[in-house]
């Protein structure tokens, strides 16, 4: 008897993802559950104001619309499941909108929704605990203010969905590998004492919640990854021991290598011996990536620590407004001229809110990018001749903004020589919509079930605190030797992922070679890596450089975890930084010169 194996593949990996994805997987029909991730906290923050105004909103309406309703005929005729986040806020609503777009099409495909995530109701009382901001330590914001307020909830609900009888899951908060994790219970029968399978069911789950981003989007050696217009969505062979081979539609453009799933595996992670999930407390630091064939990638060796005791919760509030522009400058000393202009138009703009009794701008940035303002010291770009200049503030009143922006039209034909761009609508001020976390002991959230107008209680196991005093850290390299080295940019050494954390990023770094990885650990310390991110920290940060940068080894991947806190200003939308987000830290990364043996710079330079 063959053993079992589910496959599972992952359609989407943010609101707004490509609607062909789903057809794309119906097509050779070998899958057996397609899962979809729509959420981030701006995401929720979006839905929030949406159901605000209509009640029957507040949910992925394209989930519906472009991606289950032009498709649900195939996957009732093949049985495919359905599992999704798409709830968003409102997982009620986009069942009831599922089941009209079923009734429509004459099918019988069952749909249920997972309740209690969304906290928005209790908020007074959430407020009146005196939560604090688990990674600032902030006290809660002004209640009026606050948008959203949702748990991170956890697998086995969707899986007792499933069992129940469930074509299709919508969710609303839960962890993005949940929609993946939640099948695999279902499907092997695991229980919450099967750790191992759990991280790893986990780590599958991690691979899929970003689409192509595991095969071939984003990745360091783009120029492998060929046909992106075709781009193949990931696919995961499970195994019941929780190992599973990644692969993607045949004839499908885009790359599935070693390369391609470690960087996805880095992907906005902490401590990867620490990955806190509601269901299991997963250790990726001796993952193992073996190519199998071509365009096959074998996963193996994820273990779990009995799950935390908490629930991540996260709300979203109102704070200040924003805005901004960009404009475009070429000819000679064009970075000169923009700091110029940035300098005029900062100046007329306090000038005019003085004048009207405002106070002066709490934030502002200048980033002139074509003259590499985002490699700080480390730019090397000189007589700069074309540049985007992006110019934007923060001010407690929109008022403020607007009159920035004003000013930034106004002083057209006086600025220096060479400003050009595209025309277009006068950009207005927007809510920065801030983000608050807190950790809520487990027991409190009340879980449900709706299938076919019947509630089913699913609470939660009250999972064990978690002692990262205990966890054993793998032996750092031993330092090279060698005393006659040559400096070699980090890119031919290493392949490079980053992203973002609230107001923390991480950059993830994979050794190309097991033999370069001591090379890298010697030379990107944390004194190191705060030195290259210094203008994105705060002042001083590079003389804190252990309170800053956390550096974490993972021997399976010969890779190093970077997570570097409050470098993004703020983050999501309350920054108001070029990339807020830390998706190009990793190239930045990447740029840093690495002392290697004469051998090695022979070998990458060759």
Known sequence: MSEKMIRIAGASGFWGDAARATPQLLKDENVDFIVYDYLAEITMSIMARARAKNPDAGYALDFVSAAMKPNLKEIARQGVRIVSNAGGVNPQACANALRGAIADLGLSLKVACILGDDMISQRDKVAAQGYKEMFSGDDFPDVEKVASINAYLGAFPIARALKEG??????????????????????????????????????????????????????TDWELSNNLENIGYPIAAIKTDGSFVCSKPEGTGGLISVGTIAEQMVYEIGDPQAYILPDVVCDFSNVTLTEIGENLVEVTGATGLPAPDTYKVCSTYADQFRGGTTMTFYGFDADKKANKLAAAIFTASRRTLKMFGLEDYSETSVELIGAESQYGANAAVANCRELSMKIAVKHADPAGIG???????????????????????????????????????????????????????????????????????????????DSNTVNVSLIKLALARSGDKGNKANVGIIARKPEYLPYIYAALNEQAVAERFAHFLPEGATQQSLSYVERYLMPGTNAINFLIHDVLGGGGMASIRNDAQGKGFGQLMLDASIPVSKAIAAEVNA
């Open 166 to 219: 469930a074509d299709i899951v919508v969710t609303g908060r839960c962890v993005d590998s949940a929609v993946t994790l939640g099948a695999c219970i279902d499907v092997f029968g695991w229980g919450r004492d099967d750790l191992d399978q759990l991280a790893m069911g986990s780590l599958a789950g991690h691979i899929l919640e970003c689409g192509p981003q595991a095969t071939g989007g984003n990745f």
């Open 403 to 481: 009159i920035l922006l004003k000013e930034c039209v106004g002083l057209g034909l006086a600025t220096p020589p060479g400003l050009s761009g595209f025309a277009g609508a006068r950009p207005k001020p927007s809510p920065v919509v801030r983000l608050f976390s807190f950790l809520l002991p487990k027991g409190n959230m009340p879980i449900q079930i709706e299938l076919d107008g019947a509630y089913i209680d699913c609470p939660d196991a009250l999972g064990a605190p978690l002692n990262r005093a205990l966890i054993e850290r793998p032996q750092a390299p031993s330092a090279p030797l």
